[in-house]
């Protein structure tokens, strides 16, 4: 069987339930899914006490009603079921389908954690959900050098074999899908909305070929908005989905690091990017490793790492870190000066100025054409500094 027939198979399946769950059975799931009151935690425990189907919660009386919500009593009792009804209308699309926690083809990582989701919505091939994963996670704020560095590292890894997981939103997570996308191999994005919605709003096309080239996924039925609260409970199914977490820029109090946490607590690695001491993105970085969590500097050390777990991925593709090759060109003293005064560390204009000792229109204009061939980056602030392109740097 072909990787497409065998996707089609998969979608098939979920559309019309596993083999062993009629349309029927699926009613019963999504209208318990939709229970008021009712959590992930709350409705596995609910699904222990019927050997994981959902069927008999739904009679009069239950001892497994005992200690709900009124509302949630109420609910199993008289279900709403146009609302099952709207998420089936929704499945009715290409490319999409649902998997319940009962079904032979849901991902066998996810299933280990403490709350696994009870369903997964999917757009696009569910059959990457089991596949060799790591996410790459950090700031929705990054560093220009930041965002390049997460671009890097998925490509590399992509080409290795690994699927690149994140959660859509804007900054390292954009760009890990983009640079996983580059490869032409699979991405997955994990999403705090339902999936006829898509946030940040300005990544509609990514998401669109995200569920072209890879999937979307949600525990969350369609219509569910943006609310906070669905963000930090997403992350523990990109961390459960995974062998590894990567955390490439994290202030102190970031997602990214509950993230790295559920990772450690569902016994995967986790990553982190080391940084500036100046740079307060990366200080979230410094944490993890101070807590365990394993310094890495290219993609191979990640590699290295998982080869007992991965042992048929191949270093495939280039180095994160192998520079680019550009003609060389010849640079004038005041070049040589001005770069000379520049870190990695984002540097003050007016520092700048005073470590270089030129003119202020003299800088202006030098970083602007820096910038445009990619020695330089603008960071906050009106704040520059270097990149790693150093093939032509000044001597």
């Not at 509302?71 to 290409?94: I, T």
């Not at 523990?236 to 490439?248: D, F, K």
């Not at 191979?300 to 495939?316: K, S």
């Amino acid at each position: 069987m072909s990787h497409q027939e065998k996707s089609d198979h998969a979608t098939r399946q979920a559309k019309e339930g596993h083999p062993e769950h009629s349309q029927t059975d699926l009613h019963y799931w999504l209208a318990l899914l939709h229970t008021p009151g009712l959590g992930s935690r709350s409705i596995n425990r609910l699904l222990g006490y019927c050997g994981g189907d959902p069927r008999p919660l739904f009679a009069s009386q239950h001892p497994a009603h005992e200690g709900l919500r009124p509302a949630s009593v109420a609910w199993l009792r008289a279900p709403d079921w146009d609302q099952a009804e709207q998420d089936l209308r929704w499945l009715e699309g290409e490319q999409r389908s649902v998997l319940t926690l009962q079904d032979a083809a849901y991902p066998a990582l996810l299933k280990e954690i403490e709350d696994p989701p009870p369903l997964l919505f999917i757009q696009g091939n569910p059959t990457i959900l089991d596949a060799p994963q790591i996410a790459i996670v950090g700031s929705r704020n990054p560093t220009p050098s930041g965002e390049q560095t997460a671009l890097d590292f998925a490509r590399f890894l992509a080409d290795a074999g690994l699927v690149i997981t994140s959660g859509l939103a804007a900054g390292i997570d954009g760009a890990a899908h983009r640079g996983a996308l580059q490869t032409l191999n699979a991405t997955l994005a994990v999403t705090g909305t339902g999936l006829d919605r898509v946030y940040p709003a300005k990544h509609r096309e990514l998401a669109h070929q995200i569920a072209e080239q890879g999937a979307l996924i949600s525990e969350l039925p369609p219509g569910t908005p943006p609310i906070p609260a669905n963000f930090p409970r997403r992350n523990r199914i990109i961390s459960g989905l995974c062998v590894g977490t990567l955390v490439v820029e994290a202030a102190q109090k970031s997602g990214s690091l509950i993230t790295a946490r559920l990772a450690t607590e569902q016994g995967r690695e986790v990553f982190a990017i080391p940084g500036s001491i100046h740079n307060p993105l990366a200080r979230g970085c410094h944490a993890l490793i101070r807590q365990g969590a394993k310094l890495v500097e290219t993609a191979e050390d990640i590699l290295e790492e998982l080869a007992p777990l991965l042992g048929h991925l191949t270093l495939a593709g280039k180095t994160a870190e192998e520079p680019v090759t550009t003609p060389t060109r010849k640079w004038d003293q005041e070049y040589q000066q001005l770069m000379a005064a520049l870190d990695y560390d984002p540097t003050p204009v007016d520092l700048l100025i005073q470590r270089s000792g030129l003119t202020a229109d003299a800088v202006s204009s030098m970083l602007l054409l820096l910038e445009l061939e990619g020695f330089v980056s603008a960071a906050p602030g009106g704040r520059y500094c270097r990149t790693g392109k150093m093939s032509t740097e000044p001597q």
